[in-house]
């Protein structure tokens, strides 16, 4: 870990960084003390980090997957130009993206001229335009699937457009859950956000036809025993450090706080701390280290009907 004095010139500059393209992107000026001050940092910390992926990068495209607002504005804070943007084989390439000014933190992006797009039924987004597909070759059935009766491409994503026509997605139609009570869960953006604190590994949220959202941790174990040394806690493996009482109270506090700004029935009621992490080789996550819920489901079977006991 780097001394307390490079930390925090790290943390100054990034914060810097952040002022400055904020302020970019709202088409604001700086002023000559917030210029000044951004030089200085670019010039001890965030050029040196650009220079880290070669020092000439003009963009980083990304796509496939949620990029959480975070980790977005730490690239865009050292100067990097991320292109955040949203297509599927369907469309051949891209149907919406980032633009150079005026785009929203959270979006992916605005659709591209001569792309038309809408929310259909269940907030699915559809797609109309030049680069949508004619078909799937030898399989009209399924061509019949994913296009609504007049032509617009179904994309199977649910999704949002603002009053500005930046897009907003929420999840795979099929990975969404429906708690008993009916409401409608995205797995996904709570993981992507209690993934975010260093003391979890991995979690998977269950909801699907249950009465509230739990979720199985895994923690990051470097993280975790580091912490319990740090307070004297005596434990002889992870079983009993999971199992005690300051770790667990630890992690509902943090889980308290990470959720606040949830909705009431998207925050984890309760968890289970798993002293066994998931991976390819046992099967709870694929070759691109997406989690396989249905074999997590049946590994986990009795510590999530635990959760669920009154």
């Known amino acids: 870990q780097a001394p307390w004095h490079r930390r925090k010139l790290f943390n100054w500059a990034i914060k810097c960084g952040e002022r400055q393209f904020l302020r970019k992107l709202q088409g ?4 000559p003390w917030s210029t000044t001050m951004y030089q200085l940092a670019d010039k001890l910390v965030l050029s040196k980090l650009r220079n880290i992926l070669g020092g000439r990068v003009r ?10 607002e975070t980790i ?3 690239f865009l804070a050292v100067g990097i130009n991320i292109k955040y943007g949203y297509g599927m084989t369907e469309t051949c390439a891209t149907v919406s993206c980032w633009q150079e000014q005026g785009y929203v933190l959270g979006s992916i992006g605005t659709p591209l001229p001569g792309i038309d797009v809408r929310i259909g039924e269940e907030d699915e987004i559809q797609v109309r335009g030049p680069i949508v597909m004619k078909g799937y070759f030898n399989n009209q059935e399924e061509t019949d699937r994913v296009f609504a009766q007049d032509g617009w491409l ?5 999704g949002k457009l603002d009053e500005n026509g930046n897009l907003f997605i929420t ?11 009916g409401k409608y869960i995205a797995p996904q953006m709570i993981e992507g956000t209690l993934g975010q604190d260093r003391f ?15 979720a199985l941790i895994v923690p990051s174990y470097d993280a975790l025993e580091e912490y319990a040394k740090s307070i004297n806690l005596k434990y002889h493996d992870r079983v009993e450090l999971l199992r005690h009482s300051q770790i667990i109270n630890m992690f509902e506090q943090r889980l308290k706080e990470m959720q606040k700004n949830f909705a009431h029935f998207d925050q984890v009621k309760r968890f289970t701390l798993l002293p066994n992490p998931f991976s390819m080789e046992t099967g709870e996550l694929t070759p691109t280290l997406k989690l396989r819920r249905k074999i997590i489901m049946q590994r986990y079977h009795n510590e999530i009907e635990s959760m669920y006991q009154d």
Request: positive net charge.
């Open 59 to 68: 963009f980083l495209p990304a796509a496939g997957a949620r990029l959480d």
């Open 171 to 181: 999840e795979r139609l099929k990975d969404l859950m429906k708690t008993s009570n």
């Open 154 to 158: 179904c994309t199977g994503d649910a």
């Open 200 to 214: 979890i590994e991995h979690v998977a949220v269950i909801a699907d036809a249950r009465k509230f959202v739990s």
């Open 28 to 31: 604001k000026k700086s002023c």
């Open 72 to 74: 977005t504005l730490f």
